[in-house]
């Protein structure tokens, strides 16, 4: 029988060091794709995969987020006051449900794995997703709903294959056999150097995971950059529960770097039907003038 998920952690307490001074005293996931944070993003991709249930594990600086996902009863009255019918749909449709939010803090960054720990009481004995903001995926069906449509139970995460030297920024997949959609894992690797990486599959952030990864992460070892890793509290469970990657169809962007931001904002803007013109007209004219 298909395991139904109805709760999602978002782990927004990291520094955003890639994007200071911007992240100095604005959170990295409230940076803007367009008109929207990328959190929006995350959140909005979460609710179309039926996700009820939001955590967020945040830490100081963050409270934007908070305020973001809330009712804004100053905003909403001058935009009552002023008829902007269309401008208060906007603000009103990205208010969670009361209940239905929960924000925990994540004391220091002491690495995603700690950040998915911290929310361990909230998420209590069912599958969980995990969404990080950060990776922004373009797709015709959102990446966590065709995950959780070949989800059938242990855990998984969304892969794909990256160039062979970038195999050191990433969770590296020491693949066994595979399908259209799904590569089983007979290990994890966390940032391997090249010469050493198992595959190139490398694991973004998508997330459907067991509660039993909890108790793995309990021991709090860590792993590359002296941080808590998710990736190796993974590997310590494959044997006892299967892992595997999925190959989604989509395009993803990292928008914790500079270049998969912008890279983001152009691909996004080229997607939407009030953007995609005023758009192309400027990479054609930038392209023109590179020309030249
Ligand atoms: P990153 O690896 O991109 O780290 O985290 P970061 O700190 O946000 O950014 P840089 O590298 O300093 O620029 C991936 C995701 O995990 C969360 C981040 O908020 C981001 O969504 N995270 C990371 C935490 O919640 N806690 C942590 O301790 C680390």
Not at 80 to 100: F, Q
Not at 109 to 137: K, Q, S, T, Y
Not at 263 to 269: D, K, L, Q, R, T
Request: aromatic content about 8%; overall charge negative.
């Amino acid at each position: 029988m298909k395991q139904t998920i109805k709760k999602a952690i978002f782990p927004v307490a990291g520094l955003g060091t890639r994007f200071l001074p911007a992240t100095k005293s604005m959170p990295k996931e409230m940076l803007t794709v367009i008109d929207r944070p990328l959190i929006q993003y995350a959140v909005e991709e979460a609710k179309s995969a039926g996700i009820e249930e939001f955590i967020f594990v945040t830490g100081r600086g963050k409270t934007a987020i908070e305020d973001f996902f809330d009712y804004s009863f100053e905003l909403n009255h001058t935009l009552e006051l002023r008829g902007k019918i269309e401008d208060l749909k906007k603000v009103n449709d990205v208010v969670l449900d009361a209940g239905k939010v929960i924000y925990t803090r994540q004391q220091e960054p002491l690495g995603l794995g700690h950040a998915i720990w911290c929310a361990r009481h909230l998420v209590g004995n069912e599958p969980f997703a995990v969404l990080l903001a950060d990776d922004m995926i373009l797709s015709k069906q959102p990446c966590l709903q065709q995950m959780m449509d070949h989800y059938d139970g242990g855990n998984m995460a969304a892969v794909m294959q990256v160039p062979n030297d970038k195999t050191n920024q990433y969770g590296i997949l020491d693949c066994g056999a595979e399908d259209d959609y799904k590569i089983v894992a007979k290990g994890l690797v966390e940032k391997p150097d090249p010469a050493k990486a198992p595959s190139n599959h490398a694991i973004i952030g998508r997330y459907i995971l067991t509660p039993e990864i909890f108790d793995v992460l309990e021991q709090r070892n860590s792993g590359a950059g002296g941080e808590i890793q998710l990736t190796d509290a993974l590997q310590k469970l494959i044997g006892e529960i299967p892992f595997h990657g999925f190959k989604f169809d989509g395009k993803r962007f990292d928008c914790g770097s500079r270049r998969g931001f912008l890279e983001a904002s152009i691909n996004f803007a080229l997607d939407r039907e009030d953007l995609r013109e005023s758009i192309k007209s400027i990479i054609l004219e930038l392209s023109q003038k590179l020309k030249d």
